[in-house]
T-cell receptor, first 117, second 113 residues
Framework: AQSVTQLGSHVSVSEGALVLLRCNYS??????LFWYVQYPNQGLQLLLK??????LVKGINGFEAEFKKSETSFHLTKPSAHMSDAAEYFC???????????????FGQGTILTVHP | KAGVTQTPRYLIKTRGQQVTLSCSPI?????VSWYQQTPGQGLQFLFE???????NKGNFPGRFSGRQFSNSRSEMNVSTLELGDSALYLC????????????FGPGTRLTVT
């Protein structure tokens, strides 16, 4: 079974500082990787995804992530944090069931990002 | 295009009762997945439906069931509610075959007393 580990349940940065949220996965086959954000009392919003091709993927709100197969990592970054980035972030890997395109998302435990003024 | 909608948004039930939650996917999406979110266990996969057929199931007891209708709308049912079933239940939809991103609804907050 695939698994996802997010290093650091809480990350705190100052406004304008670099945001780095870490995600490592385990998979025996090429994975499909995602980052989602969740604001209080809301569902999950897709930030970005990696399926195939370019390993550096850009998402919404200035976020990007780089797929590193050798490190089994998919860390999320943003050059300059904004107060509105404060939320919980989830890394997820999509499993493929039985060789079909169906499957489930396996999530990490989440990282709460706090942005200080 | 409207997003994924879930009803009701909040629900309070008593232990032993049953509950039905509803999900309407994004127009044109044929796959619906359900997830349970709790502070202790995080986000856990319940099941996935495509074309009215359950394609995948998570590790939950048989008290948790679901179905999908011909218009892709989905319902999940939990029978004989337990206190531990208190959670945010999230529905996600995707186009289905060969499309991998899932779009989530706002969730239904179920409280079991």
């Amino acid at each position: 079974a695939q698994s996802v580990t997010q290093l650091g349940s809480h990350v705190s940065v100052s406004e304008g500082a670099l945001v780095l949220l870490r995600c490592n996965y385990s998979s025996s086959v090429p994975p499909y990787l995602f980052w989602y954000v969740q604001y209080p009392n809301q569902g999950l919003q897709l930030l970005l995804k990696y399926t195939t091709g370019a390993t550096l993927v850009k998402g919404i709100n200035g976020f990007e992530a780089e797929f590193k197969k050798s490190e089994t990592s998919f860390h999320l970054t943003k050059p300059s944090a904004h107060m509105s980035d404060a939320a919980e972030y989830f890394c997820a890997v999509r499993e493929l069931a039985g060789g079909t395109s169906y499957g489930k998302l396996t999530f990490g435990q989440g990282t709460i990002l706090t942005v200080h003024p | 295009k409207a997003g994924v909608t879930q009803t009701p948004r909040y629900l309070i039930k008593t232990r032993g009762q049953q509950v039905t939650l509803s999900c309407s996917p994004i127009s044109g999406h044929r796959s619906v997945s359900w997830y349970q979110q709790t502070p202790g266990q995080g986000l856990q996969f319940l099941f996935e439906y495509f074309s009215e057929t359950q394609r995948n199931k998570g590790n939950f007891p048989g008290r948790f069931s679901g179905r999908q209708f011909s218009n892709s709308r989905s319902e999940m049912n939990v029978s004989t509610l337990e206190l531990g079933d208190s959670a945010l239940y999230l529905c996600a939809s995707s186009l289905g075959l060969a499309v991998y991103e899932q779009y989530f609804g706002p969730g239904t907050r179920l409280t079991v007393t």
